[in-house]
């Protein structure tokens, strides 16, 4: 009984997996592949990936994608974390439902119309005032915060949530202002919780296509477009080969940010034994 | 702890020398300044109400503290102690009323400003920071030169018995520990009024016992005037030079642990601080030197050696605690007042003393406590179940209220 039905969840299991994995393993296994034709097998090479460090555009749009998330990820991190305080910390002021339901709209919005609203706010404020002219990097960025800032604050809040407020009135109490108190012992402890917003907003920066077609202008391509519109006119292997360097990268940033959380749990976990044993 | 003991038992002496030690060693209990009709108090608190929207925390209250005194606010949850405290610690603006404190006004003066430290009920340590730099943290605010921190921070560390552990981080310490770390911090600024929230509430029961003899150890030791919140009466009793009892917002009572046990003012106090057998009734006798009052519910009369100041035909009720009231077998006199048969129901040996339920031939149960003196062996002929015994007691032990 109990052997067929771990035979059953076994079956469930690798089903599952499949269903998520497959995909991507088939992606790794092409790009290493001899022939152009992306779905026929002619034999091991890696001359794709030397093409694929050849390939200037594609260089040249993985750049500007760093760039845009990483100043987006900074952006989106300040913004959200002053969000996130304000509708943790001020609790019974007028509109704080209606505001935290506001923040947390965008998350929710397609993406769609994110993107349109954008465009059409940027063309308007060049016509009113000749800024931002055309659109390119700022454009991007600006609405990458737009929409990351959502998700940083829906991060930073839940953990603020959860934060002791004694702590703050504690350091209040031994003569810290307001601002000190702020930099000095809220932000270092919830300093992970910006970092994971920091990444968070990197990662949905990195690969937005839908609201960063709207807003780019020409010579300002990110990766994401790149891809998209290379594929359109027919998959080339290099793709493949740049795809499978990314779900690389992403691969080892988990398993390392894996390794080090369960790391830290050892030693917390060892130091309360410790304290436990030698109490009094 | 499911029946509360009566803890002056501990204070009068014999079940626990230390405390009655302590006790008699503290300097302020002789100077008592809130007899004195001179002494200046030093925290003046003048019809102050705090109105959370439509809830009323804390109801026009009035209190004097003064300098060097450990002054406990005693209450269930939800009374308005900690809302008083952290009016006083400036986290609070009253809604109406005025606080003082050593002669200056506190209204609109951030707690950044204000001369007092407070001890946080979840000690609120901060968890990046060893304990060393938790303990000089305030210092660092005040921006003292870091010799002097690092001196001072030494001293606190050694008076709290902390110094091996400077630099470990919170969680790697004991209860007991993050107490002593979140006192040394509190205190190292040199306060001169230190508040306290619940400052034993998260320690195990021995632990408890020993740190509050420490606490008032250093008290004396530094002069610091402490203004403690407590719910657990044993220890607003054993810490407390005055206790105010506070009940929905209100202070009900102030004096000295004596005065709150012995002579409690009114039904709530007698029945909150210590367990208590209430009986209401008539006076049938007022006159200034003695009364009789007359409970249905006691089956007779208590005869009381003080004058009450009640308006005749007024309900009143007789507080009567358990551990004043004699059990015997035999007959105690001739009969008349303050004496009444009855048969045991329960009985709760707890060590130190047994509870005795009795019931009165009116039906209703009265508390008997009565320290086992003598060892309760198979030897000794101890009361037991459905025994019919007398109980009785002395002209000076029930207190009559009007509340």
């Not at chain 2, 003066?109 to 943290?137: C, D, G, K, W």
Request: hydrophobic share 45%; glycine share 8%; net charge neutral.
């Amino acid at each position: 009984m109990i052997g067929r039905r771990s035979f059953l969840i076994t079956t469930l299991m690798s089903f599952g997996f499949a269903f998520l994995y497959i995909p991507i393993l088939s992606l790794i296994v092409y790009s290493f592949n001899e022939s152009r034709l992306v779905t026929v097998w002619a034999g091991f090479s890696t001359k794709w990936y030397a093409e694929l460090f050849q390939n200037e555009q594609l260089l040249n749009a993985a750049k500007l994608s760093l760039e845009v998330a990483a100043i987006n990820a900074t952006g989106a991190v300040i913004l959200g974390t002053l969000a996130g305080f304000a509708l943790s910390r001020f609790r019974r002021f007028r509109g704080r439902t209606l505001m935290t339901g506001m923040t947390s709209a965008p998350l929710v919005m397609p993406e769609v119309i994110t993107g349109l609203s954008m465009l059409l706010l940027f063309v308007a404020m060049e016509q009113a005032f000749g800024w931002p002219a055309g659109r390119g990097v700022t454009t991007i960025t600006i609405a990458h915060i737009t929409f990351s800032m959502a998700y940083v604050t829906v991060v930073i809040q839940s953990r603020l949530a959860s934060l002791d407020v004694s702590l703050e009135e504690a350091a209040m109490d031994l003569g810290a202002r307001p601002w000190k108190v702020f930099m000095v012992i809220t932000l270092p402890i919830i300093f992970p919780a910006i970092l994971a917003g920091w990444l968070l907003a990197f990662t949905l920066s990195w690969d937005d296509l839908v609201i960063t077609s709207f807003v780019s202008g020409p010579g300002s391509s990110t990766l994401p477009i790149v891809i998209f519109s290379k594929v359109r006119l027919g998959v080339s292997p290099d793709i493949n080969a740049l795809a499978t360097i990314m779900v690389g990268i992403v691969a080892i940033g988990v398993v390392a940010t894996g390794l080090y959380l369960q790391h830290q749990e050892r030693r917390r976990e060892r130091d309360v034994q410790a304290a436990l044993a030698n109490h009094g | 702890m499911s029946i509360p003991l009566p803890v002056h038992v501990g204070r009068q002496g014999e079940s626990c020398e230390g405390v009655a030690g302590m006790a008699e060693t503290r300097p302020d209990k002789k100077l008592e300044p809130w007899r004195d009709r001179d002494a200046k108090p030093y925290i003046r608190i003048e019809r102050v109400t705090k109105n959370f929207g439509d809830f009323t925390a804390v109801d026009d209250v009035s209190l004097d503290i003064y300098r060097g005194e450990i002054f406990c606010l005693l209450g269930a949850s939800g009374c308005g102690k900690t809302t008083l405290l952290r009016m006083l610690a400036g986290f609070e603006e009253p809604t109406s009323g005025r606080i003082s404190i050593d002669g200056a006004d506190m209204a609109g003066i951030p707690p950044y400003r204000r001369p007092v430290n407070m001890m946080f009920q979840s000690y609120a340590l901060f968890p990046h920071m060893t304990v060393e730099q938790n303990v000089a943290f305030g210092l660092k605010q005040d921006g003292l030169p870091k010799g002097e921190i690092r001196d001072r921070v030494a001293a606190m560390l050694e008076l709290v018995k902390l110094t091996a552990l400077g630099g470990r981080k919170p969680h790697q310490l004991s209860g007991g520990q993050r107490q002593r770390v979140a006192l040394a911090r509190s205190l190292v600024k040199q306060p001169k009024l230190l508040l306290l929230d619940e400052p034993l509430g998260a320690l195990d029961r021995k632990l408890r016992e020993h740190t509050q003899f420490e606490l008032v150890n250093i008290q004396e030791k530094l002069g610091v005037t402490f203004v403690v919140v407590t719910h657990d009466q044993e220890e607003a009793m054993t810490l407390a030079s005055r206790i105010g009892v506070m009940d929905h917002g209100e202070i009900i009572q102030v004096g000295t642990p004596s005065d709150i046990y012995e002579y409690p003012t009114s039904k709530f106090v007698a029945d909150f601080v210590g367990s208590v057998n209430l009986f209401e009734g008539h006076l049938v006798e007022d006159e200034p030197d003695h009364v009789r009052v007359e409970c249905p519910e006691l089956g007779g009369c208590f005869y009381v050696d003080h004058g009450v100041s009640a308006p005749p035909e007024a309900t009143v009720w007789v507080a009567l605690r358990p551990e004043k009231v004699f059990i015997s077998r035999e007959s105690p006199g001739p009969g008349g007042d303050n004496q009444v048969s009855g048969v045991i129901k329960e009985i709760a040996y707890l060590g130190d003393l047994s509870v005795y339920l009795v019931q009165l031939p009116t039906g209703r149960m009265l508390r008997v406590t009565r320290p086992n003196v003598r060892r309760q062996d198979a030897a000794f002929d101890r009361l037991t179940w459905d025994e019919n015994v007398w109980l009785s007691w002395e002209a000076s032990s029930p207190v009559v209220v009007t509340q």
